[in-house]
């Protein structure tokens, strides 16, 4: 009889342990199909698409000068103009800039050809690109540098004190250091400097005299605006 209460006890214990058992197994299963999958995460690269609104100031270098005029030199007016740069992000860190303005310039003569006092006015669009490294180490804060070449296109010639004037379009290098300030995603502020190497050749008439000569712009652009990143 104690053998007989023994097997039946052993049996009830078995079929409860196999209950909870399978309670146990039902359970985990949800929490099994809901678990995140291991592995590496993938991260969306964001929109490597950029664009710049800017007012820039155009600062050039008093130089230049007329071929066969010893003493003779060259002076420059400085403007404030409209820019709009457009930058594409190979990588976080590097990026391509095309900057697109246009201004004028009234130029006047200096030294020994002081006299012809404001001698024509020419209009320039200097396109130009840069290549720039970007630090992404500083939060919203984010420094870059630059450099690239530039070609610039003188139209709408007129001539003042002189006959006739002729700057010729040319190439130029340039170099670059800002900054942009994210407020969120999107939007930003944006501080620029660049310096443009520029010192295109010119042909001028001067009383029937034909003159050639070499104007040293080399601007000094400065540039504050707002960044949008697509």
């Known amino acids: 009889m104690a053998r007989k209460r023994m097997g039946v006890a052993r049996a009830v214990t078995a079929a409860v342990l196999m209950m909870v058992g399978q309670q146990a197994v039902a359970a985990e299963l949800p929490q099994a199909a809901s678990a995140p999958q291991t592995g590496p995460s993938v991260t969306e690269w ?3 698409w950029q664009i710049r609104l800017r007012a820039l100031g155009v600062i050039t270098k008093d130089s230049g000068y007329v071929n066969a005029v010893p003493g003779s030199g060259l002076s420059y007016s400085d403007t404030v103009t409209p820019e709009l740069d457009i930058s594409y992000f190979f990588t976080d860190n590097i990026a391509a800039e095309l900057i697109l ?3 004028y310039a009234n130029i006047a003569g200096q030294g020994t050809i002081g006299g012809l006092g404001n001698i024509g006015k020419v209009w320039l669009l200097p396109p130009t690109l840069t290549l720039q490294y970007h630090f992404t180490d500083f939060g919203a804060f984010k420094p870059y540098v630059g450099a690239g070449v530039n070609y ?3 139209y709408n010639q007129d001539a003042g004190s002189a006959d006739a004037l002729n ?3 040319t190439f130029g290098t340039a170099l670059q250091v800002g900054f942009d ?3 969120d995603q999107h939007w930003g502020v944006n501080f620029d ?3 443009l190497f520029l010192k295109p050749d010119f042909d001028v008439t001067v009383d029937g005299a034909k003159l050639t000569g070499k104007a040293a712009l ?3 652009l400065l540039g504050a605006g707002v960044t949008y990143r697509f």
Do not use: L, S
Request: no cysteine; charged share 20%.
């Open 46 to 48: 964001p929109n490597p």
């Open 101 to 103: 303005g246009t201004t």
């Open 152 to 154: 610039t296109i003188f």
């Open 167 to 169: 700057v010729k379009n």
């Open 181 to 183: 300030y994210m407020v």
């Open 193 to 195: 400097v660049k310096k």
């Open 218 to 220: 080399d601007p000094w």
